[in-house]
């Protein structure tokens, strides 16, 4: 038996919910048959975490060690990564969803938040092809509810972010905390 680190429920259907372990593997549950398990992901090293993403139907993977890289993967090819979020130089810590505008859930704009062991927390904006990826059409209104998510008007603003020259790669804020 492995060590089960995580659980979520996806925001699509009801009955469904992910597993994350020690062993490697992401595993998707039907509640409705507890002993079959749907489908799993296979990663490369532990998973401290796995979510489901707040839009389409994807999920997000974070390792427990080795890697720093956090892998989002689309539900409907869990064979591989649709993307891969690298730019930590540590194993990460811990990710939230940041969400900014329409209520109505269609065209909100979303931004992933990562902490690392390095001590940086990286602002990652996801837009048009990865929000394809795992299956997000802007006009359908997402399943969740806005309680969910973080909006971005709710949070400070860090001037200490440094906004890169792409889109694709992350705000950095380096924490002035030492390491424990």
Known sequence: MTKIYGIDWSRNNENELITCSQDRLVKFWDVSQPRTCQGYITTGSPVWRARFTPFGNGVLTMPQRKDTNLCLYSCDN???????????????REFVWRTKGGDGGG??????????????????????ELLA????????PLA???????????LPIFPEATPTSSPRLPATILSAMATP
């Not at 869990?78 to 990460?92: E, I, K, R």
Request: net charge negative.
């Open 144 to 154: 969740s509810s806005p309680d969910e998510l973080t909006s971005l008007h709710d």
């Open 107 to 128: 065209e909100r704009e979303f931004q992933l938040v990562t902490w690392s062991k390095d001590m940086h927390l990286r602002l990652w904006p996801v837009e048009g």
């Open 78 to 92: 869990l064979s591989a990564p649709v993307y891969s979020f690298h730019g930590h130089t540590d194993v990460p």
């Open 133 to 140: 990826a795992v299956g997000h059409t802007p006009s359908i």
